[in-house]
């Protein structure tokens, strides 16, 4: 099944770290990252998951829920994650799938045969509380993922939900968004009272929603 922006996270029971696990129902109403890995005891590997335990107070903050995938069981998960908290100081927090039939990862096109016809690719999928997808980025197996990106995507997101907005390259919490080209200017005024900058009329730059005043010169 070929997974795009917007569909409905495919639903799944598995067994995990914490015990088996009926995916809808253990997201819950939260914010989910699902992301997989290659295999239990990979360098690459554990170095994420320990980041990812390293940032539970931020996702916690966003209302996300973090899930891992391996296909190996969950005896093998287990001995990996204690060297998971050895060498990265940081236990981890959340569940890992184990997913030997590579049922999840063939749902969630997690295998890339011409990659490599057995283990999964390093891709990391944003759900939110409807369980629609709305973000997911796929890395090779040998390279590490960027976790601070998933969380400012994540922050990009709930802005945008939010309010009419979009976010700018490279943009980062706290800096100014754009007021997206459906709002006319005579809306704009209603919701952006302190104004904008129009750079072009469809180029709109204001204050991010809820972010404190520049302090003054
Ligand atoms: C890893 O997950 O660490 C890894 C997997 C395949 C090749 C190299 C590294």
Not at 54 to 81: C, M, N, Q, Y
Not at 92 to 102: E, T
Request: hydrophobic letters at 40%; charged letters at 25%.
């Amino acid at each position: 099944m070929t997974l795009r922006l917007g569909d409905t996270a495919p639903d799944f029971q598995a067994e995990t770290t914490v015990g088996p696990i009926s995916f809808h129902e253990w997201a819950g109403d939260n914010w989910t990252v699902l992301f997989s890995h290659p295999s239990d005891f990979t360098p690459v590997c554990t170095t994420e998951l320990g980041y990812v335990a390293r940032l539970a107070p931020e996702f916690a903050r966003r209302g996300v829920k973090a899930i891992g995938l391996s296909i190996d069981p969950v005896t093998s998960h287990e001995g990996w994650l204690a060297d998971i908290k050895e060498t990265q100081g940081y236990a981890v927090n959340f569940p890992i799938i184990a997913d030997p039939d590579r049922k999840v990862a063939n749902l969630y096109g997690m295998i890339h045969p011409a990659h490599d016809e057995v283990y999964t690719v390093r891709t990391v999928f944003v759900i939110d509380p409807k369980k629609k997808l709305r973000l997911f980025i796929t890395y090779p197996q040998t390279t590490g993922r960027n976790f601070d990106e998933i969380l400012r995507v994540i922050d990009s997101l709930q802005l945008t939900d939010a309010h009419r907005v979009a976010t700018p390259v490279n943009w980062q919490p706290g800096e100014d968004v754009i007021i997206v080209p459906a709002v006319s200017d005579d809306e704009a005024r209603g919701k952006f009272p302190d104004g904008w900058r129009a750079l072009k009329p469809y180029l709109r730059l204001t204050r991010q929603p809820g972010a404190a005043e520049p302090a003054k010169q």
